[in-house]
Every structure is written in C-alpha cells, then in structure tokens.
C-alpha cells in the first residue's frame, strides 16, 4: 500500500512539473492587417516565437489572439517579433479574465483586467 501511494504522489509531482502557464494575448496592428498576405505576414512569422502555440487572425475586428506558454514568452518577447516584421501592437486584451481561476465573472471582450480583482473567495 506504501509504494501505490508513494507512486502516486510521485506521478503527481511530476504532473505538476509539466504543467503550462497557457495565456492569451489580443492584440491589434498598426498598420491594420488589410488583406490575405499581411494576416499570413503574421501567422508565418509570429509562430516561429519560442512558447507561442495558437494564433488566430481576425481582418475586420483588427484583432490578432495569441495563445502562448508564459513559462517559454512574454507579451513584450511577442511584441517585439510584431516590430522585427513591420507592425506596431497595441494590447487589447493580455488573458482572459477569470477564465483559468474558475471565477463567475464573465470575461469581457476589451478586458482590462478588472474583472480579476473580483473574484469569489
């Protein structure tokens, strides 16, 4: 019985180990994505950007998500791949609020972050 719980515990630890800090990051660009090549412009080289695992493009909101790894990027790290192919950002929106803190609160689509600093206790 010793060893099945002390297995366990171990399986437990090394989980934890493994486990991604995943957060989103909502940006818009400057100049504005316009057509089919500047949204490929973006995929194609802000994936290359070591932690990113998601992006999604969205021409007439002007809005391009960003899944990362927080452990392996930053916001700043994106940001600066958005400078090396031409683009300046502007951060809409950095994670979505309360969603990985299982808070009843909404998440709203220009968060501010606000929405956090209300969570149930």
Same mark, same amino acid.
């Given at each position: 019985?010793?060893?099945?719980?002390?297995?366990?515990? &171990?399986?437990?630890?090394?989980?934890?180990?493994?486990? =991604?800090?995943? %957060?989103?990051?909502?940006?818009?660009?400057?100049?504005?994505?316009?057509? %089919?090549?500047?949204?490929? #412009? /973006?995929? !194609?080289?802000?994936?290359?950007? !070591? &932690?990113? =695992?998601?992006?999604?493009?969205?021409?007439?909101?002007?809005?391009?998500?960003?899944?990362?790894?927080?452990? !392996?990027?930053?916001? $700043? $790290? /994106?940001?600066?791949?958005?400078? !090396? /192919? &031409?683009? %300046?950002?502007?951060?809409? $929106?950095?994670?979505?609020?309360?969603?990985?803190?299982?808070? $009843?609160?909404?998440? #709203?689509?220009?968060?501010? &972050?606000?929405?956090? %600093?209300? #969570?149930?206790?």
């Amino acid at each position: 019985m010793k060893k099945i719980v002390l297995s366990a515990m &171990g399986l437990a630890f090394a989980f934890s180990l493994y486990a =991604k800090d995943m %957060q989103e990051l909502v940006v818009t660009t400057n100049p504005p994505m316009s057509c %089919q090549n500047c949204e490929n #412009k /973006i995929k !194609k080289n802000i994936r290359w950007v !070591k &932690g990113v =695992k998601d992006i999604e493009t969205n021409i007439p909101d002007q809005r391009v998500t960003i899944e990362y790894d927080a452990d !392996k990027t930053n916001p $700043q $790290q /994106i940001e600066d791949a958005f400078h !090396k /192919i &031409g683009y %300046q950002v502007e951060v809409i $929106q950095e994670e979505a609020c309360c969603a990985t803190e299982g808070a $009843q609160v909404p998440a #709203k689509p220009t968060c501010s &972050g606000t929405c956090c %600093q209300s #969570k149930p206790e």
